[in-house]
């Protein structure tokens, strides 16, 4: 059984979707097997966003992702990490087709709502980053 990270990001609790979204993901087959409600600091996001330190938006996005708690999950099914970023849909939310999580509520590139990992490589790297 394949297990991915995922993230529900300062908007999304924000904005009173936290259930909508689980629900979707549950609604999928896929079982959420740890949760929990926690802050990020800038310490955590430059590992975690490390590929991204040198782009202009990245202190925007600290900002936008210490703004307020998120929600971090370990969800597990078959081939959930592609699985998860299909329901998720794509970063840019002008690319997000209605249906997806970003394309039914996101309107910015950088508040998106939700984070999953990209490969099943990251996946094992953000569990233990976030988990232990
Ligand atoms: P992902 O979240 O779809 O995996 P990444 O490229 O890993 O996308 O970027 C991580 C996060 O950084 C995005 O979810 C978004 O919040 C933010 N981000 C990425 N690209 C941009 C951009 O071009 N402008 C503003 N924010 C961005
Ligand atoms: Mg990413």
Do not use: C
Request: hydrophobic share 40%.
């Amino acid at each position: 059984m394949e297990r991915t990270y995922i993230m529900l990001k300062p908007d999304a609790v924000k904005r009173k979707v936290i259930g909508n979204i689980i629900s979707r993901i549950e609604s999928k087959g896929y079982s959420i097997t740890s949760m929990k409600m926690f802050n990020l600091d800038e310490a955590i996001l430059k590992d975690h966003y490390s590929h991204l330190i040198d782009k202009p938006f990245f202190p925007d996005l600290v900002a936008f992702m210490t703004s307020g708690p998120v929600i971090g999950m370990i969800v597990e099914g078959d081939d959930v990490v592609v699985g998860m970023r299909n329901l998720m849909g794509p970063t840019k939310w002008v690319e997000a087709m209605p249906g997806t999580i970003r394309g039914d509520f996101a309107n910015s590139t950088t508040e998106n709502l939700i984070h999953g990992s990209d490969s099943v490589e990251n996946a094992n790297i953000e569990i233990k980053r976030f988990f232990g």
